[in-house]
């Protein structure tokens, strides 16, 4: 379990930071500034702050059935793995634009919090 705590925080590490980064590159000048002008940000950079503000919604909630499994000793390594992968398929999409993709993957997500949600409960 520990390896997808530490990958969802690398995806959280890619989504926060990584990403925008590439995404502005063209603006080094501006980011390593005070930041005081405004700039115009592609679609795709304010798609990628999206995505990440929604893994906002559920990291937190993953994170806590993770280390409550852990200590309750119950194996949900499936389902996290499956939250895993929704997620960056989650993002992915969010920045392409492709809705029904992202839209699909987002309940994906939410399906793999419930069954791991639902596996604690039941074998505690």
């Known amino acids: 379990m520990e390896v997808y705590i530490i990958l969802a925080l690398v995806l959280a590490l890619l989504q926060i930071w990584i990403i925008p980064m590439v995404l502005n590159s063209s603006n080094l000048e501006w980011m390593l500034s005070n930041r005081e002008e405004v700039l115009d940000d592609s679609p795709v950079l304010i798609r990628s702050r999206k995505a990440y503000a929604n893994l906002q919604e559920t990291l937190p909630i993953f994170l806590a059935l ?27 999409s969010y920045m392409a634009g492709a809705t029904y993709m992202r839209t699909l993957s987002w309940f994906g997500a939410l399906g793999a919090l419930i069954g791991m949600a639902v596996q604690i409960i039941q074998f505690s």
């Open 66 to 92: 993770a280390l409550l499994s852990m200590i309750k000793g119950i194996d949900v390594t499936d389902m996290a793995c499956w939250w895993l992968v929704f997620r960056g398929v989650h993002g992915i």
